[in-house]
């Protein structure tokens, strides 16, 4: 396959993180890979085609992810008619352009949803990941499977909301890495207006019911095609735990990773999902569940395969590569 990554930014990028062990796992598998950034796209010289300043990501015998990543980085770009890829993956995070880069925030659907009707493979699709960006995604799945929440402008409505519903989660709308979240105890707590206002800068808020347990942390899974990623027989998920008070269990927030064992109501939760998943052309998302119930989808560049890596000793996405390669060939079947 001709495999690129779109990332927010090639020099950016950290060698620990999925997208670089992606990457790898597809250029040693044979595939030709490369890595462009949201700038770095062009249209109207040629011939209407999407072309890019892409830096070439070739396998190097005992490279290591950060030679890899380094060699990427190092290597001059090169032009890329992105009409003529198999598969163009969509890992930029809309969300982190939001504040200092607004323009480029929704570019990797755009671009992505033009390859996608010019014959290109897109992943995840890119017309569902403008929904999916947001929290709101996951209130399209069924009520049985996430918690009670409300999403508003309105401080009123939230007081309201925690008043009725008790221990909440207030955080935004669109947001990432535990950024502006907080723990709301109860109607009573002297900070809700302040942790409102905070809260409402980044727009829309949404406030979620707590649900028992989650001060234990939660559980990052990994769908793949609407099912639980499974590579050499163990299961790709783990659990993340908070550090000290701090509520959030985010890897980014000090959250530390342990081992977690799928079981039935996990897998109750994921038949719950697949076929929406499957629908929507969500080819790999991450769900982080408390309980039963699902408090978010990761689906635009969800994270945490080092974590897999490192508990089970695997690499989970040589199986990711080769669903990819399947998907690639149902599609040219079509």
Request: a negative charge; aromatic letters at 8%.
């Amino acid at each position: 396959m001709k495999l690129a990554f779109f990332v927010n930014d090639v020099a950016a990028e950290i060698d620990e993180y999925a997208t670089t062990r992606l990457a790898l796992a597809a250029s040693r598998g044979g595939h030709q890979v490369w890595y462009l950034g949201v700038g770095d796209v062009e249209l109207g010289e040629s011939d209407g085609r999407l072309v890019a300043h892409a830096h070439p990501a070739p396998f190097r015998a005992g490279d290591t992810l950060a030679s890899f990543l380094g060699a990427v980085k190092e290597h001059e770009a090169e032009r890329l008619v992105l009409d003529d890829l198999d598969v163009l993956w969509l890992r930029n995070e809309s969300i982190d352009d939001l504040q200092q880069r607004p323009w480029a925030s929704p570019l990797g659907a755009v671009f992505g949803q033009m390859l996608k009707d010019r014959g290109v493979t897109v992943v995840n699709d890119p017309m569902s990941l403008i929904r999916a960006t947001s929290k709101l995604y996951l209130e399209e799945f069924p009520e049985k499977i996430r918690p009670r929440s409300l999403v508003t402008r309105d401080p009123a409505a939230i007081g309201r909301f925690v008043a009725e519903v008790g221990r909440s989660v207030v955080k935004p709308l669109y947001g990432a890495k535990g950024r502006n979240v907080f723990l709301v105890p109860s109607a009573a707590e002297p900070n809700l207006a302040q942790i409102t206002e905070a809260v409402l800068q980044d727009g829309y808020a949404i406030a979620q019911e707590f649900v028992d347990g989650g001060e234990h942390g939660d559980a990052r899974i990994f769908l793949l095609e609407g099912e639980l990623l499974v590579h050499d027989g163990k299961a790709a998920a783990f659990r993340r735990v908070p550090t000290g008070n701090d509520p959030r269990a985010n890897i980014s927030k000090g959250g530390r990773m342990v081992p977690f064992e799928i079981g039935e109501v996990e897998r109750g939760v994921i038949d719950a999902m697949s076929a929406k998943l499957v629908a929507d052309g969500m080819f790999f998302v991450g769900i982080d569940l408390i309980g039963d119930k699902v408090v978010e989808i990761n689906a635009e560049s969800p994270g945490g395969l080092q974590s897999i890596e490192w508990l089970y000793d695997i690499d989970a996405c040589v199986t990711v590569i080769e669903a990819l390669e399947r998907r690639r060939a149902v599609d040219l079947g079509r």
